[in-house]
């Protein structure tokens, strides 16, 4: 990983600065029933590492001062955190909006059959990886029977309310290229979406978010592997546009890691790029009572290129609805 942060250094990334936060980004662990090749986390069936019920509770302490709005649980699996059901009853209890970013396998996994009714009953957004609407790209990208299973999780999300508008429930999908491209026009992928799941699956969900891969982790790995990581970058540089940075989500979301120290961003967590806190350089979730960001410098490097390519992207998918999509390495085709 070295090579990578150290490759991430080339360009000179433009300064920029925080914003009220709005979004407690959580890291339950790195722990997951997948291995897809695009994790920028290198989250697996065999990593151990967990967010512990004290810092579960410093988490919960923020929330219930910090006038935070949403917390965004994410992993890993987060759902495969013992603490995971607690800690969104008493979130949901403080009136702050969860968002559960799912896999849709794990819905089906043993001793998890119920958490769509848990979902459900407790009103968390859904924010569920589906790279396509074609079994052969999505298996390839994240596993065999990857797609069937998310497939049947979606479903079973439908028939309790997810995806019917009437009903309150949020489901969103994300796609992510196959390969080191920017993803196409999010507004007419999503539309390509809809119609595919819709026809041949019986599916219904509300948004499709647009994500580019980011160069570090396993899919930064893969990328030296096959001698691709400088074309990529140069992708991602040629492709920035000025008028993403007002959107970019780090200047309204704290990233919180497994042991509850603080991050400007998922990505930067992943870099071990500690959000700057005072004097600190290492700063501890708890540290946020009585704290105020607003203006703070956000910890940059040459991989925040991959939030302002193209349309732009973040965890709430594309920041604007025109694409300059495609200039890149042989486009892999989405569908």
């Known amino acids: 990983?070295?090579?990578?942060?150290?490759?991430?250094?080339?360009?000179?990334?433009?300064?920029?600065?925080?914003?009220?936060?709005?979004?407690?980004?959580v890291n339950l662990g790195y722990r997951c029933n997948q291995s897809c090749v695009h994790c920028h986390v290198n989250a697996g069936p065999h990593r151990t590492e967990e967010m512990s019920q004290e810092t579960i509770a410093d988490v919960l302490a923020v929330l219930a001062v910090a006038g935070i709005k949403t917390l965004d649980v994410t992993g890993g699996a987060p759902e495969l955190n013992p603490h995971f059901r607690s800690l969104v009853v008493r979130a949901r209890d403080l009136g702050i909006h969860v968002v559960d970013r799912c896999?849709?396998?794990?819905?089906?996994?043993?001793?998890?059959?119920?958490?769509?009714?848990?979902?459900?009953?407790?009103?968390?957004?859904?924010?569920?990886?589906?790279?396509?609407?074609?079994?052969?790209?999505?298996?390839?990208?994240?596993?065999?029977?990857?797609?069937e299973a998310s497939i049947r999780g979606l479903r079973r999300l439908n028939e309790l309310g997810y995806g019917r508008l009437e009903s309150g429930l949020v489901v969103n999908l994300v796609y992510n290229p196959q390969g080191p491209s920017l993803p196409p026009a999010q507004a007419e992928l999503e539309l390509d979406y809809k119609r595919e799941l819709r026809a041949n699956f019986g599916v219904e969900f509300d948004q499709l978010y647009t994500l580019a891969n980011m160069p570090i982790q396993r899919f930064g790995s893969m990328l030296i592997s096959k001698g691709q990581f400088n074309d990529?970058?140069?992708?991602?540089?040629?492709?920035?546009?000025?008028?993403?940075?007002?959107?970019?989500?780090?200047?309204?979301?704290?990233?919180?890691?497994?042991?509850?120290?603080?991050?400007?961003?998922?990505?930067?967590?992943?870099?071990?790029?500690?959000?700057?806190?005072?004097?600190?350089?290492r700063s501890h979730?708890?540290?946020?009572?009585?704290?105020?960001?607003?203006?703070?410098?956000?910890?940059?490097?040459?991989?925040?290129?991959?939030?302002?390519?193209?349309?732009?992207?973040?965890?709430?998918?594309?920041?604007?609805g025109a694409s300059e999509s495609g200039e890149s390495l042989p486009r892999i085709a989405h569908g």
């Open 232 to 281: 990529y970058m140069a992708v991602l540089k040629s492709a920035h546009r000025e008028d993403n940075l007002d959107s970019v989500m780090c200047r309204t979301v704290i990233s919180v890691d497994w042991q509850g120290y603080l991050y400007d961003c998922d990505f930067n967590q992943m870099l071990e790029l500690p959000l700057v806190l005072g004097t600190k350089r």
């Open 103 to 147: 896999n849709l396998t794990i819905l089906q996994e043993p001793g998890h059959e119920d958490l769509p009714e848990f979902l459900a009953q407790h009103g968390v957004e859904v924010v569920a990886s589906l790279p396509c609407y074609s079994s052969d790209n999505v298996d390839r990208q994240r596993g065999k029977g990857v797609f």
């Open 285 to 320: 979730v708890s540290e946020l009572i009585g704290s105020d960001l607003t203006g703070n410098p956000i910890e940059v490097r040459d991989h925040c290129y991959g939030c302002t390519a193209g349309q732009g992207s973040s965890c709430g998918g594309a920041l604007h």
């Open 1 to 25: 990983m070295h090579a990578t942060i150290h490759l991430m250094q080339r360009y000179g990334f433009p300064a920029i600065r925080r914003r009220r936060p709005e979004t407690l980004q």
